[in-house]
């Protein structure tokens, strides 16, 4: 096993949470949980964890939990994203072997994507660490798109049967690498654990559950709810770039619904321009994730929506 024992930070967040229980579920692994004071994993840890509580702030606090760790799994939330500076130098200190950074997104390694305000303290902290000398450390970026069972139920991927419209970008063939919140859990699991250690090492791991287009959501929504109207409306991919720098320059509410349309530009300028579809470089299948077909998607979002009102 080339990395039995592994700490993880962040472990109660929105990709946190499925990290934990996945690491949690493998047999293999002895789990450690880095925790503030104030995190509820402290008073209810889940069994056969070790928590421990450290100051983020305190190089010294963090190298002393990561004694005889092997690996640091980093799920920590866009802001405290600064955190994960002093914990990569504790790790490197502690002489942990594997540092799985906090990404989960689109590609890193994309020349345009740091440009955009969602994106750029990620890309800044990818492209810090790979200049940094981390000695033995070794780190992995797992790159793995939107979340796919999280912002389908919500319309974020601009097809919302709930209420019965669609707003397609383009000519919505924009293709677009999408991974469940479970199979990037599975991903991190894959790369902690597979038998070459070789795996991730140094390197971006793409991973997709399924490709989409907004043309193959409109379709699909259609057929899995026949009964229910869903109007479609184009909206051009330029304007929505203009409209979101506008909307940042504003500042107040503005600049969040600005920062929220990057996500947008990002996943549907044409000729894969921010890099979110992956080709055939993804690494699914070697680190564990099957994927899915149209019909289990549709299955999938009938299921979410059913939850939702529930």
Not at 62 to 75: N, P, R, W
Not at 174 to 203: I, Y
């Amino acid at each position: 096993m080339p990395f039995p024992t592994v700490a993880l930070a962040g472990g109660s967040g929105l990709i946190g949470t499925p990290i934990l229980r996945a690491l949690a579920a493998n047999p293999t692994l002895k789990i450690t949980l880095l925790v503030r004071a104030t995190s509820p994993l402290v008073a209810d840890p889940p069994a056969d964890t070790t928590v421990v509580v450290v100051d983020f702030d305190s190089p010294a606090s963090l190298a002393a939990a990561l004694t005889g760790i092997s690996a640091v799994v980093s799920a920590l939330p866009l802001p405290a994203l600064h955190h994960q500076t002093a914990l990569i130098a504790a790790a490197a200190t502690a002489g942990v072997r594997r540092f799985i950074i906090s990404e989960y997104g689109c590609d890193p390694h994309n020349a345009h994507l740091g440009a955009l305000p969602p994106f750029s303290a990620k890309v800044a902290a990818f492209n810090a660490l790979r200049a940094q000398d981390l000695g033995a450390l070794s780190w992995t970026s797992i790159a793995c798109g939107p979340f796919l069972d999280f912002t389908l139920p919500q319309g974020f991927l601009g097809v919302d049967p709930a209420r019965g419209e669609a707003t397609v970008y383009g000519d919505g063939e924009s293709v677009v690498s999408t991974t469940t919140l479970a199979d990037v859990a599975q991903a991190v699991v894959g790369v902690l654990t597979a038998p070459d250690e070789a795996l991730g090492r140094n390197e971006v791991v793409y991973v997709e559950s399924m490709k989409i287009t907004q043309n193959l959501l409109v379709r699909l929504a259609r057929r899995v709810w026949p009964e229910r109207e869903l109007v479609v409306r184009s909206a051009d991919v330029d304007e929505l770039e203009a409209q979101a720098w506008r909307d940042i320059e504003e500042g107040g509410e503005a600049a969040g619904r600005g920062f929220v349309a990057f996500y947008w530009l990002a996943m549907w300028k044409p000729a894969n321009y921010y890099g979110c579809d992956f080709g055939e470089k993804h690494k699914s299948r070697e680190v564990g994730i099957q994927g899915m077909d149209e019909e289990a998607l549709g299955m999938m979002w009938k299921n979410l929506l059913e939850e939702k009102k529930e």
